[in-house]
């Protein structure tokens, strides 16, 4: 398991490798590009319900993986989740449901998150 160090909290949140290599991506991404977000996850077995950080390029953060080697990633699934830290609701993973396949390839079980239309300002009469 991976271990996500955040802030000055000195308890790691633990994801499966993969899931949060893909999760470090997206946040280096747009920490990069200055923009914050929040990240929640449900299926904590050390917490009920679910929890959520706001990422933040000015606070602490440290990924720290398992395997020396870097984990292959899926592009059509990291589009999905860059998608889905782009929405107000930010980046939301379910660990109950993250799977890898036999060839290592990511996906979960849950329903694949649909495609959003922007949404367009309406004036006043």
Do not use: C
């Not at 802030?7 to 499966?16: L, R, W």
């Not at 949060?20 to 280096?28: G, N």
């Not at 000015?58 to 398992?66: C, E, H, K, N």
């Not at 699934?77 to 379910?94: C, E, F, I, K, M």
Request: charged share 25%.
């Amino acid at each position: 398991m991976a271990k996500l160090f955040y802030g000055t909290d000195v308890s790691p949140v633990t994801f499966p490798d993969r899931l949060l290599a893909y999760v470090k991506v997206i946040t280096a991404t747009k920490l990069r590009r200055n923009e914050s977000f929040t990240l929640t996850w449900t299926g904590d077995p050390d917490t009920a319900g679910r929890s959520a950080i706001w990422m933040h390029p000015s606070i602490p953060l440290r990924f720290a993986f398992d395997s020396a080697e870097p984990e292959k990633l899926v592009s059509e699934y990291l589009r999905t989740l860059a998608d889905q830290a782009n929405a107000s609701s930010g980046l939301v993973v379910d660990l109950r449901t993250w799977e890898d396949d036999e060839n290592g390839v990511a996906r979960t079980t849950a329903p694949q998150i649909a495609a959003r239309r922007p949404v367009r300002a309406v004036r006043a009469a």
